[in-house]
């Protein structure tokens, strides 16, 4: 199949679209539970073993509000922020079953990673 140049930059604006809508709803989805957390103890608490669980969480949630504005950025750090929380919060992932999680976060993580790809400038040296 060939891609026009509009309709490639019309799939990229789609698929810029559908990353965003899931990462709203993603990050939603963490502010709900967060504020739910919060409400069922009275406060905000958060004990020592789910500091870094809360850092690198935070770090994707950053990562794909960054993404709406400068793509590449935004996706790497959201992918980070996943990979870190699936390192240093093992037993956490294994006991709650939140890798579904962690992969429905690098999926719009990594539409924005496409689109970043797909709509870059090209680097050209220059000849001298």
């Not at 959201?78 to 709650?96: D, H, M, Q, S, W």
């Not at 976060?105 to 050209?124: D, E, M, N, Q, V």
Request: contains cysteine.
């Amino acid at each position: 199949m060939n891609l026009t140049a509009s309709g490639s930059t019309r799939s990229v604006t789609i698929i810029r679209w559908v990353a965003r809508i899931i990462g709203i709803l993603l990050m939603a989805l963490f502010l709900f539970f967060f504020v739910a957390d919060c409400l069922q103890k009275g406060r905000i608490a958060i004990e020592s073993e789910r500091i870094l669980m809360i850092v690198f969480l935070l770090l994707a949630f950053i990562g794909l509000s960054i993404a709406w504005k400068w793509e590449g950025i935004g996706a790497a750090s959201a992918v980070a922020g996943l990979i870190g929380f699936n390192i240093f919060a093992p037993e956490t992932v294994a006991r709650a079953g939140i890798f579904a999680v962690t992969a429905l976060y690098g999926l719009p993580a990594l539409l924005f990673l496409f689109c970043w790809f797909r709509t870059r400038k090209p680097i050209h040296p220059k000849a001298t």
